[in-house]
């Protein structure tokens, strides 16, 4: 680690991305919160004529939260950690760092196109892939700019061994890029025939193979973006906040290479009882359950690398965000497969079950690794304290009081729904139109919401305690060698 | 155990990548030619009723409305037989939709007609109360692209040999006899319906986004 102090890092573009994530990441989530209100009162669908509907929202509000919070996060810490981790600076390629640049820019400009066609309703309706043809390539040509970025660093790199981090960054890359482009498969129907829109497009597969390649899609761009890069967030950033040997390298290999062979089987769980091949649905079911093994694996790897240092979770807030989200990583891989079993998923499929267990996987684990690593690299990046400790306190409080609430409120709805939609009287008649199923569920979207907002103002304080520390953070001389130092 | 990897990172994109790859080629491959089979009697949708299918996603209805209805008794009770894989087969994309916050329109066209869904579009609380859907009142103002649906149509005629112009199946041929056949479809739909507005519109050769969703839902059966 000595030779950190020799190599002169640049984090140029990783603080690009620092400040995508946070804006991205305060967008999205007040879009989240706007429409888990409009659930729960509808009048506010109708302030914005088409435009301010749930129907329009939503598709904004996963997709800025996945591609423009998540994934700016995930490029942030790759900027940083891979010169790390492959001991070289970017300084040192003069083509990498304008590879760098041009990555941010494109990508920029891609997420305004997102934005205006989601909002003028140009979606190809598929779950986070709504994105239409022109837009497609655009995030092809940033992800090579992305995937040349990476193995131009690993090709001038000093240390030969790819540190655990690396590898998830490159699976992170070649998934992605393997699900989005055969998801997105479709011909433009402007240039077969010369009518109509020229960005309108057709899908190359048409009803049940096009829903087993969209759900082998997006239950793996969960994968590949909510779950693999997180993963090597936490490998570099809890060794190197807490000070600790990762416990087991070889647990870190298994975990590895088992999360990468069990997940992509994985999709089949989204389609259960319905027209795809019962065997793959099956598959689908077995390997979810097979899949808490890499998943705890790598959890479990983190624990207990604070083995015998648990009293850092009392002293540094940092510790205690990268434990938690360890904990709701642990939570949400094992509430997946409890619901890709085929008989709790007759119940809990279609209900707001399915978007708590998302929830707590995203507000939990994904987005307080976020905000730890950014914070972890704030006083390194910009050679100050972090601006203040107890603000972070009381954030982290906030922040899972909201999570608790998020998921609590959305279990009861769903498991209520589901019991309500096939609930018979004594004559073995429905007992509930479908109406009573959703005003029952009244009070749950409320407290949905609120826990909504309280992650949202935990953010807010966040990226003020960032700005802050960026601006106006009191400047250290030499970059700390553990613990992030914070004023109080 | 694997150290040999960690040190070429060649070798090793390329070990993830097959180890990542053959999961989808072995669950999506083997019956893809049987899940892409029509059910009898399972047509392609008119171009009318694709316009309509396209403000359908256009507002998102996928994101509240699911079309798929599971194996049991609880849901065909409620919506009509269960769903079967043929009858997707010119589905492109699918709208299965993973959540229900509304309920599932598989078979809409079996119980509700032109009337309920023009009053239910324009103000869901009138005809069921508590609804927390939206209001839809700008697919009454807003005109169905009729051009981009018939442009599609014909891309799946040409490219994925979809049955358009057959016997006893939905007639597409050039633009102009394709618009002929979208008019009287139209007109059909506009008669059962209150709204001087689209009516109109429909006077004067619009047709409005109400009407082809009205056509799309009808159609749903």
Redo the contacts between chains.
């Keep these: 680690m000595q030779s950190s102090k020799i190599i002169n890092y640049d984090y140029s573009v990783a603080k690009l991305f620092a400040i995508a994530t946070i804006v991205f990441g305060i967008v999205g989530m007040v879009v989240g919160v706007w429409i888990a209100f409009?659930?729960a009162y509808?009048e506010l669908?109708?302030l914005a004529?088409?435009y301010g509907?749930?129907?329009?929202l939503?598709?904004l509000h996963t997709n800025i939260a996945i591609f423009g919070f998540i994934l700016s996060g995930v490029w942030a810490t790759w900027y940083y950690i891979g010169q790390r981790v492959l001991k070289v600076s970017m300084i040192e390629s003069p083509f990498l760092m304008i590879l760098g640049k041009i990555h941010f820019w494109l990508y920029l400009v891609g997420v305004v196109g997102v934005v205006v066609s989601l909002f003028m309703?140009?979606?190809?309706?598929?779950?986070y892939a709504e994105f239409e043809w022109p837009i497609d390539i655009a995030i092809v040509v940033v992800w090579v700019i992305w995937g040349i970025g990476i193995?131009g660093l690993?090709g001038i790199r000093r240390e030969?061994?790819?540190y655990i981090s690396v590898?998830y960054y490159?699976?992170t890359f070649?998934?992605v890029a393997?699900l989005y482009l055969?998801n997105n498969m479709a011909?433009p129907?402007?240039f077969?025939?010369?009518?109509?829109?020229w960005w309108?497009s057709?899908?190359m597969?048409?009803?049940?193979?096009?829903?087993?390649?969209?759900w082998?899609y997006g239950h793996n761009a969960v994968a590949f973006i909510f779950t693999v890069p997180i993963i090597a967030m936490i490998y570099y950033f809890l060794p190197k906040e807490s000070g600790q040997p990762i416990f087991s390298y070889?647990l870190s290999?298994l975990s590895f290479?088992g999360l990468?062979?069990v997940?992509?089987?994985a999709?089949?769980h989204?389609l259960l009882?319905?027209?795809?091949?019962d065997w793959?649905q099956t598959?689908?079911s077995i390997f979810s359950i097979v899949l808490i093994l890499p998943s705890w694996g790598s959890a479990i790897n983190m624990l207990l690398t604070m083995k015998g240092e648990w009293q850092q979770l009392k002293d540094n807030p940092l510790i205690k965000f990268m434990v938690l989200a360890s904990t709701f990583y642990m939570f949400s891989t094992i509430e997946g497969p409890i619901q890709a079993i085929k008989s709790v998923n007759?119940l809990a499929?279609?209900?707001?079950w399915?978007?708590g267990h998302v929830h707590d996987g995203t507000l939990g684990w994904v987005g307080f690794m976020i905000i730890a690593s950014l914070l972890h690299m704030a006083p390194r990046m910009f050679k100050r304290e972090i601006y203040s400790k107890k603000l972070l306190e009381s954030q982290f409080w906030i922040q899972t009081t909201g999570i608790v609430l998020y998921f609590s409120s959305m279990w009861i709805a769903g498991l209520t729904q589901g019991m309500m939609?096939?609930a018979?009287d004594q004559y073995g008649?429905?007992a509930y139109s479908?109406?009573d199923t959703?005003?029952v569920l009244h009070p749950y979207y409320t407290i949905r919401g609120v826990g909504g907002l309280l992650y949202l103002i935990g953010f807010c304080m966040f990226a003020y305690n960032f700005y802050k520390t960026m601006t106006v953070g009191k400047e250290i001389e030499e970059e700390p060698h553990s613990t992030s130092p914070m004023a109080a | 155990?694997?150290?040999w990897l960690?040190?070429n990172?060649f070798f090793?994109?390329v070990a993830?990548?097959v180890?990542?790859?053959y999961?989808?080629i072995i669950?999506?491959l083997p019956?893809?030619m049987n899940?892409?089979r029509p059910v009898v009697g399972t047509k392609p949708y008119t171009v009318l009723e694709l316009a309509g299918r396209h403000v359908y996603?256009?507002?998102?209805?996928?994101?509240?409305h699911?079309q798929?209805i599971?194996?049991?008794k609880?849901?065909t009770?409620?919506y009509g037989m269960y769903?079967?894989?043929?009858?997707?087969?010119?589905?492109?994309?699918?709208?299965?939709?993973?959540?229900?916050?509304?309920?599932d329109l598989m078979r809409v066209g079996n119980y509700r007609t032109t009337d309920w869904h023009e009053n239910h579009m324009l103000n869901p609380k009138s005809l069921?109360?508590?609804?927390?859907?939206?209001?839809?009142?700008?697919m009454f103002s807003?005109v169905a692209?009729i051009?981009?649906?018939?442009?599609?149509a014909?891309?799946?005629k040409?490219?994925?040999n979809v049955p358009y112009d057959e016997i006893d199946m939905p007639k597409l041929g050039t633009?102009e006899e394709s618009s002929k056949i979208v008019l009287a479809e139209a007109k059909m739909i506009v008669d059962d319906m209150k709204s001087p507005e689209v009516k109109a519109a429909f006077a004067r050769g619009e047709i409005k986004e109400i009407v082809a969703i009205i056509a799309y839902m009808n159609s749903l059966k």
């Excluded at chain 1, 597969?205 to 969209?214: I, K, L, S």
Aim: aromatic share 16%.
């Design positions: 409009q659930m509808p669908n109708n004529n088409e509907t749930f129907g329009r939503r598709p309703g140009i979606t190809s309706s598929k779950e193995f690993i030969k061994i790819l590898w490159i699976a070649l998934g393997m055969f011909v129907t402007y077969v025939t010369g009518f109509g829109d309108h057709v899908s597969y048409a009803g049940t193979n096009d829903a087993m390649v969209q082998w070889k290999i290479w990468m062979f997940y992509l089987w999709g089949g989204h009882y319905s027209t795809v091949p793959v598959m689908g007759a499929h279609f209900t707001d399915i978007p939609w096939r018979t008649n429905l479908f109406i959703v005003n | 155990m694997f150290h960690e040190k990172p090793f994109a993830v990548f180890v990542i790859a999961a989808g669950t999506i019956d893809f899940s892409a996603i256009k507002d998102s209805c996928n994101a509240c699911s798929l599971r194996p049991f609880s849901e009770d409620r769903s079967l894989s043929g009858e997707y087969a010119y589905d492109r994309p699918f709208l299965w939709g993973s959540k229900r916050t509304g309920p069921v109360p508590g609804s927390i859907m939206p209001k839809y009142g700008h807003n692209d051009e981009t649906a018939y442009a599609e014909l891309t799946v040409k490219v994925f633009f």
